[in-house]
């Protein structure tokens, strides 16, 4: 069975600073990995995905996510934090085989501290 | 293009009542999902239709019936709603359903059973 976990609950920056926010998988073969963000009172906005290819996935509003398969790793990262980017941050996977949904790890609250 | 759309956005029920969530899409897309969103455990799948006429159990699909009514719309039912279905409800499409799909949610939503 494939699994998300996303290690952090909240995650604390300042604006200005870079920004990480972790997640680590389980599937079995090679996974198809996926960010979404969540502001208040809304549904899951897309922000990118690794498919296959280069390790560094670049995605809408400036950020950027890091595939690495030795750590089982996608972590998604921004260079310069804004307050507007508050907001819960979820990673998914999928597999490469069958027509399955999604798996979401349990969410990262970001706070943008001004 | 409205893209996912949702109705209600807020639902009280008490323990014993049913009602119906609908789903409608207008991306033309083939497969549709049903997730509900708790505190601390990211989207679970609730059911999937992978196409026009068929669907498929997720994760935690007691409990609930879903309808795939035609290419557009995707309904969810509550027999007899409990507590334990207090919740939020997204409901999402893809193009195709396969493993390189994006999703796209529509805005949720909440259900709370007294």
């Known amino acids: 069975a494939q699994s998300v976990a996303q290690p952090e609950d909240q995650v604390n920056v300042a604006e200005g600073n870079p920004l990480t926010v972790k997640c680590t998988y389980s599937?079995?073969?090679?996974?198809?990995l996926f960010w979404y963000v969540q502001y208040p009172n809304r549904g899951l906005q897309f922000l990118l995905k690794y498919i296959t290819g280069d390790n560094l996935v670049k995605g809408s509003y400036g950020f950027e996510a890091e595939f690495n398969k030795s750590q089982t790793s996608f972590h998604l990262k921004k260079p310069s934090a804004l307050v507007s980017d508050s907001a819960l941050y979820f990673c998914?996977?999928?597999?490469?085989?069958?027509?399955?949904?999604?798996?979401f790890g349990s969410g990262t609250r970001l706070q943008v501290q001004p | 293009n409205a893209g996912v759309t949702q109705t209600p956005k807020f639902q009280v029920l008490k323990t014993g009542q049913s009602m119906t969530l609908q789903c409608a899409q207008d991306m033309n897309h083939n497969s549709m999902y049903w997730y509900r969103q708790d505190p601390g455990m990211g989207l679970r799948l609730i059911y999937y239709?992978?196409?026009?006429?068929?669907?498929d159990k997720g994760e935690v699909p007691n409990g609930y019936n879903v309808s795939r009514l035609n290419k557009r719309e995707f309904s969810l039912r509550l027999e007899s709603a409990a507590p334990s279905q207090t919740s939020v409800y997204f409901c999402?499409?893809?193009?195709?359903?396969?493993?390189?799909?994006?999703?796209?949610f529509g805005p949720g939503t909440r259900l709370t059973v007294l």
């Open positions: 599937v079995s073969g090679n996974p198809y």
């Open positions: 998914a996977v999928r597999d490469r085989t069958g027509r399955r949904a999604l798996t």
């Open positions: 239709s992978a196409s026009e006429g068929t669907t």
């Open positions: 999402a499409s893809s193009s195709s359903g396969g493993a390189l799909d994006t999703q796209y």
